[in-house]
């Protein structure tokens, strides 16, 4: 039946949830995101993966459901408390690395680094240091972020802030970009 359902869910997806349920965590990607995001993963074989803000781990988790044995993933959250879930479900994999940082700091220093999918799911990555993340990702490469549908918990003016994001991507004749009014609101966008 043709319907929002994914097609593989991640193994430790319901212990991630039950954990992040219970500390109340209030920004969860969407299965659909995942679901996205796994099958984008899919498509790169060997690749080098970034997450901006792991969360608790709802999207690294799909993400590395989709990745091959030999791909890898860091993944960036300021907040130890919610990357430390993800950690007790999925740090016994080899190819993930959980950075405990400032996203901003953190992109700010990478010279060298270069990846075939972003998802940028916090500020840094999207709302500042833009630049710098997309001067990371390679040719080809997938830069994906969500929420850009109007969210219940949006502050007053962020309306205008995804908008202008929007604009701003849209402009670029350096990438190629589509953008989903489903789920949260996704933008999908490969550099040329
Ligand atoms: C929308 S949530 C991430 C959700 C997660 N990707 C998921 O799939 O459920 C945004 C995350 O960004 C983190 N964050 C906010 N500001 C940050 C910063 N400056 N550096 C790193 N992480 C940050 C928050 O702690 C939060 O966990």
């Not at 300021?78 to 940082?101: F, H, K, P, W």
């Not at 849209?170 to 789920?183: F, G, N, Y």
Request: glycine share 6%; hydrophobic share 45%.
């Amino acid at each position: 039946m043709f319907n929002n359902k994914p097609q593989h869910y991640p193994a430790s997806l319901e212990a991630i949830q039950a954990a992040s349920e219970a500390i109340g965590f209030s920004m969860p990607s969407d299965f659909q995101t995942g679901a996205l995001l796994q099958t984008l993963a899919a498509s790169k074989p060997k690749a080098s993966v970034l997450e901006i803000g792991t969360g608790t781990g709802l999207a690294t988790a799909w993400l590395l459901a989709g990745m091959d044995a030999t791909s890898n993933l860091i993944s960036i959250d300021s907040e130890a408390s919610y990357q430390t879930i993800a950690n007790e479900c999925l740090g016994q994999d080899a190819r993930l690395q959980l950075v405990c940082t400032d996203a901003a700091d953190w992109l700010v220093k990478q010279d060298h680094a270069t990846f075939d999918l972003i998802f940028a799911d916090a500020w840094p990555g999207k709302y500042a240091n833009l630049e710098e993340t997309l001067n990371l990702l390679k040719s080809g490469g997938f830069y994906v972020i969500d929420d850009m549908l109007p969210q219940p918990n949006w502050p007053a003016g962020h309306d205008k802030k995804a908008d202008d994001l929007t604009h701003y991507l849209e402009s670029r004749t350096d990438v190629q970009l589509v953008k989903m009014a489903w789920s949260t609101g996704i933008m999908l966008v490969v550099k040329k």
